[in-house]
């Protein structure tokens, strides 16, 4: 798997590199061949917290995992079981949805993601459930501008709020960024689903 590795505030050593490597060759195992896109992989530090961000396109499918914590090597090391379960994940949604060949189902290969070497359990039948709607909330969205959204968001302690701006007559999402700053999710104009 090719991986360009960098550093953000932070100088990326042959150690970390080869650290980096071994861990994610982990994830080679559920592929029938390496991919052959190139992954992404940003190491950093940011108020004392090791940072480990990887990305990895493939057809029809993005992986992508992120951590944080007191070590750089544990940070590596969630993000790769992070990984390992977004794969298995989109193993079985796959196998559940594509029964036919030559769908995306192949893209993985059934040994790995089977769990038949031992390596890794098949999923048990509560992991296939997290993709269950359990709850639907039906509201009344308020017109009100960014400033007003991100009060009401504040106020209900949530990290997204939902509402119409009243701005652009728009539904718009409001939502608190990991760096404690916040983001607004538009709509593009014109575009259709």
């Known amino acids: 798997m090719n991986l360009a590795i960098r550093g953000q505030q932070i100088e990326v050593t ?21 991919p052959a896109s190139e ?4 190491l950093g530090v940011t108020r004392g917290l090791h940072s480990v961000e990887v990305t990895i396109p493939l057809p029809g499918v993005m992986l992508r995992a992120e951590d944080r914590s007191n070590d750089m090597y544990a940070s590596i090391d969630a993000v790769v079981d992070k990984l390992e ?8 949604k796959l196998n559940r949805k594509f029964r036919q060949e030559g769908s ?10 089977t769990g038949t070497t031992g390596l890794l359990p098949t999923m048990t039948e509560e992991e296939h459930d997290d993709l269950e709607v359990v709850r639907t ?6 017109p009100m ?49």
């Open 104 to 113: 995306l189902k192949m893209l993985f290969t059934e040994e790995a993601a």
């Open 145 to 193: 501008d960014v400033e007003e959204a991100i009060l009401q968001m504040n106020m209900v302690g949530h990290n997204f709020f939902v509402f119409s701006n009243i701005d652009t007559q728009e539904v718009n999402v409001v939502y608190k960024r990991n760096d404690g700053k916040y983001g607004l999710i538009e709509q593009n104009e014109g575009s259709t689903y």
């Open 39 to 42: 992954g992404n992989v940003t």
């Open 85 to 92: 379960r977004q794969i298995r994940k989109h193993k079985t």
């Open 14 to 34: 042959d150690a970390l590199k080869d650290y980096v490597d071994k861990k994610l060759s982990r994830l080679e195992k559920y592929f029938d061949a390496p």
């Open 137 to 142: 909330k039906r509201f009344t969205l308020k």
